[in-house]
């Protein structure tokens, strides 16, 4: 019997000679070389005790070595389980009280903090560092440079990613291999990804960005992968020369049309660049255009789904929107019940091959939310243009309530990030006394602005009913995001939470 994933992904790379990875310092490391270090990984996995299904928790810098255990874990029939470099230990207390890994990789520097914490959980506690070094590394160079898969079935579990849980406690998704290779090939063959490109890839890859959407259609074309640790807009302008394509958080785009460097004649090769994760403002796309000529394919997905939509490759791309569904995937719009018609805002529901197997755990939390059907709701309120082009709204958790009025927050952000010196907005629901909750926009300026909120309130008077009018507003320089560019409302919610308070 096959594994899919190692099938797919891994198994081509010991018959290539040529570079797979392109590293920062220009090292590059070739298909063969990457897959020894697979092959080495998965042999030292297998000596730990690590047996088909059990997880294998990492939270690790980026490096070529990390990526290697992505594809010895699930290689060797275990559930690859990435955590976000910032979780605090009281956070991985719960991750690996939740997981119950058989190993938990960590790095170097924090394996004696740590330690208590994977005893607790009875994981066995190895360690990996950004430059490849560590107990993993040296147990691996004693092991041989071939292995034999494990067999798995399409419907195996490959990955567990927990949700980034702005509410309550993180959801652990669980993913199978036929969720990420489906998504993979419909992905590969819209975008027309072939063997000749190389992605420049600088997303982290304990997400579901950088670790699937990115490296698995690099995999599967044979393509190779410009590497880097994180977004510096130096190294990634000084390496772009040799990319075709790049893929990125919107953050990465509007720093590197921050950069002077960033002109049309260093994007001159490049044929795509793709933008996910969070709203590509309108005003980026047309900015981006004009600077380089190129248009960036939004698309958009969430670690339960791996990816929904995408704008067409060939045919408009269209600001603001994130396109159609792709071609395996069902998608509707739904409120009450029903299917909203054309132009009003609902919940999305998807279903297809690339909607996840539940939560970990939760089988209740998997009831609500994935229904018996095959139906997901993402939680994402959206309304379809009348060509069928999808606009994200918001989270239907961000909806604000005033009065028994529902207000969608990107509608009044889309009107204030029009006012002049306003760079960027978040408008969010604080509780009031009167009105349940009241709507309140914090402003991020323009370089070099002195914003008045007042006034940036009064520009956008005429233009909005009177319930969507934000009550008040502030000036912040920067508004929060996490490492993925979402604009993080529940800080701000927090922060603001006493404004309206009698
Ligand atoms: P995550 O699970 O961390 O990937 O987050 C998924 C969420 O990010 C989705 O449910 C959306 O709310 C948001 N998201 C992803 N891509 C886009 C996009 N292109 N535009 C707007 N929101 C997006």
């Known amino acids: 019997m096959p594994n899919p994933l190692f099938d797919a992904l891994f198994a081509p790379l010991q018959r290539r000679d040529t570079a797979f990875l392109i590293l920062a310092d220009g090292r590059q490391i070739s298909g063969k070389a990457f897959f020894a270090l697979i092959a080495r990984a998965a042999n030292a996995l297998r000596a730990e005790g690590v047996q088909p299904g059990d997880r294998v928790a990492?939270?690790?810098?980026?490096?070529?070595?990390?990526?290697?255990?992505?594809?010895?874990?699930?290689?060797?029939?275990?559930?690859?389980?990435?955590?976000?470099?910032?979780?605090?230990?009281?956070?991985l207390d719960y991750f690996l009280g939740n997981a119950t890994p058989r190993v938990f990789l960590c790095d170097p520097a924090k394996a004696e903090a740590l330690s208590p914490l994977a005893n607790r959980h009875n994981a066995a506690l190895l360690t990996l560092d950004g430059a490849g070094q560590g107990s993993l590394p040296a147990l691996m160079q004693g092991q041989p440079d071939s292995f034999t898969p494990t067999d798995r079935s399409p419907t195996d579990l490959a990955a567990i990613l927990y949700t980034s849980g702005t509410t309550g406690r993180s959801?652990?998704?669980?993913?199978?291999?036929?969720?990420?290779?489906?998504?993979?090939?419909?992905?590969?063959?819209?975008?027309?990804?072939?063997?000749?490109?190389?992605?420049?890839?600088?997303?982290?890859?304990?997400?579901?960005?950088?670790?699937?959407?990115?490296?698995?259609?690099?995999?599967l074309t044979g393509g190779a992968m410009i590497f880097l640790p994180g977004f510096e807009a130096d190294t990634v302008l000084r390496m772009l020369p040799q990319a075709t394509a790049m893929m990125g958080v919107p953050t990465f785009y509007t720093r590197l049309l921050d950069h002077p460097g960033f002109t049309r004649d260093a994007t001159?090769?490049?044929?795509?660049?793709?933008?996910?994760?969070?709203?590509?403002?309108?005003?980026?796309?047309?900015?981006?255009?004009?600077?380089?000529?190129h248009r960036i394919l939004e698309r958009y997905g969430m670690t339960e789904t791996n990816m929904n939509t995408s704008n067409p490759y060939d045919g408009e791309r269209r600001a603001g929107t994130v396109g159609f569904p792709l071609p395996?995937?069902?998608?509707?719009?739904?409120?009450?019940?029903?299917?909203?018609?054309?132009?009003?805002?609902?919940?999305?529901?998807?279903?297809?091959?690339?909607?996840?197997?539940?939560?970990?755990?939760?089988?209740?939390?998997?009831?609500?939310?994935?229904r018996e059907d095959g139906?997901?709701?993402?939680?994402?309120?959206?309304?379809?243009?009348?060509?069928?082009?999808?606009?994200?709204?918001?989270?239907?958790?961000?909806?604000?309530i005033t009065g028994g009025y529902n207000v969608y927050p990107k509608e009044v952000e889309l009107l204030l990030d029009e006012v002049p010196g306003v760079l960027e907005s978040a408008v969010i629901g604080l509780p009031h006394p009167d009105f349940g909750e009241a709507v309140f926009a914090v402003l991020s300026p323009r370089k070099g602005v002195t914003l008045d909120p007042e006034a940036a309130l009064a520009a956008i008077r005429d233009k909005l009913a009177r319930f969507k009018q934000p009550?008040?507003?502030?000036?912040?320089?920067?508004?929060?995001?996490?490492?993925?560019?979402?604009v993080q409302k529940n800080l701000l919610r927090a922060d603001y939470a006493g404004w309206f308070k009698a």
């Open 58 to 91: 990492v939270q690790i810098a980026k490096s070529a070595e990390a990526l290697a255990v992505y594809a010895a874990a699930t290689s060797i029939g275990a559930v690859f389980l990435p955590l976000n470099t910032a979780y605090t230990p009281d956070e």
């Open 171 to 219: 959801k652990g998704a669980m993913l199978t291999h036929a969720n990420l290779l489906s998504n993979a090939e419909t992905l590969a063959k819209l975008w027309h990804f072939t063997e000749t490109d190389v992605l420049l890839h600088a997303l982290p890859i304990f997400h579901t960005h950088g670790l699937f959407v990115a490296s698995n259609i690099s995999l």
């Open 268 to 293: 001159r090769h490049m044929r795509l660049f793709i933008s996910g994760s969070a709203p590509l403002l309108a005003e980026t796309h047309t900015e981006f255009e004009a600077r380089t000529g």
């Open 328 to 370: 395996d995937v069902e998608l509707r719009i739904m409120a009450d019940g029903a299917e909203v018609p054309q132009g009003g805002v609902g919940m999305i529901e998807v279903r297809g091959p690339n909607v996840f197997a539940g939560y970990w755990q939760m089988p209740e939390k998997t009831r609500e939310e994935l």
């Open 375 to 400: 139906w997901f709701l993402t939680g994402d309120l959206a309304t379809r243009d009348a060509d069928g082009y999808i606009q994200i709204v918001g989270r239907a958790k961000d909806l604000i």
């Open 471 to 486: 009550k008040a507003a502030v000036v912040l320089a920067d508004l929060p995001r996490n490492t993925m560019g979402k």
